[in-house]
T-cell receptor
Framework: EAQVTQNPRYLITVTGKKLTVTCSQNMNHEYMSWYRQDPGLGLRQIYYSMNVEVTDKGDVPEGYKVSRKEKRNFPLILESPSPNQTSLYFC????????????FGSGTQLSVL | GENVEQHPSTLSVQEGDSAVIKCTYSDSASNYFPWYKQELGKGPQLIIDIRSNVGEKKDQRIAVTLNKTAKHFSLHITETQPEDSAVYFCAARDSNYQLIWGAGTKLIIKP
């Protein structure tokens, strides 16, 4: 089944403890992106990647890192999480042949205490 | 840069009635406007989109209209059903080919 898989679905952590949220897609998509969703603010882009080894900042990149060493994986790294990074995170992917349709993962609910 | 405003934030309609959600955008160069539906506990899914060379697009009970002069676009859902209850997001593509999203509309279908 074609899908974007995020792990974990839920994560509770403490301030300053490094964490990684994984994202993997099995559709051979070139483009991948991370968003955070907060009430009243919609989806805001954190980072995106047009292809392997190419990453760019989105609208809210502060406090986050990403890497794209393989086409299928696009992990989101929080080196020193803070409470304001408590949010619902989504990974998405697409390819030119999908006519710009974004395929989203099921989300990761992160709470930073 | 591009800015997208979406209204209303919550919309409650009787089952069988129509629902309309409106979005405005700021960048006149934007040329792609998708609508996504997010069901509880899931990621958003594309339901319909429109490009700037078209004024209206329909797909069964849903339609999207685009007014480039006024820089707004709307989602229309007719004959609403319980399964239409969800959060709906509009978006506009900016000059970097990234999507800028509205804040979302929670649609409630009353039985």
């Amino acid at each position: 089944e074609a899908q974007v898989t995020q792990n974990p679905r839920y994560l509770i952590t403490v301030t300053g403890k490094k964490l990684t949220v994984t994202c993997s897609q099995n559709m051979n998509h070139e483009y991948m992106s991370w968003y955070r969703q907060d009430p009243g603010l919609g989806l805001r882009q954190i980072y995106y990647s047009m292809n392997v080894e190419v990453t760019d900042k989105g609208d809210v990149p502060e406090g986050y890192k990403v890497s794209r060493k393989e086409k299928r994986n696009f992990p989101l790294i929080l080196e020193s999480p803070s409470p304001n990074q408590t949010s619902l995170y989504f990974c998405a992917s697409t390819t030119p042949s999908s006519n710009e349709k974004l395929f989203f993962g099921s989300g990761t609910q992160l709470s930073v205490l | 840069g591009e800015n997208v405003e979406q209204h209303p934030s919550t919309l409650s309609v009787q089952e069988g009635d129509s629902a309309v959600i409106k979005c405005t955008y700021s960048d006149s160069a934007s040329n792609y406007f998708p609508w996504y539906k997010q069901e509880l506990g899931k990621g958003p899914q594309l339901i319909i989109d429109i490009r700037s060379n078209v004024g209206e697009k329909k797909d069964q009970r849903i339609a999207v209209t685009l007014n480039k002069t006024a820089k707004h676009f709307s989602l229309h859902i007719t004959e609403t059903q319980p399964e239409d209850s969800a959060v709906y997001f509009c978006a506009a593509r900016d000059s970097n080919y990234q999507l800028i999203w509205g804040a979302g509309t929670k649609l409630i279908i009353k039985p």
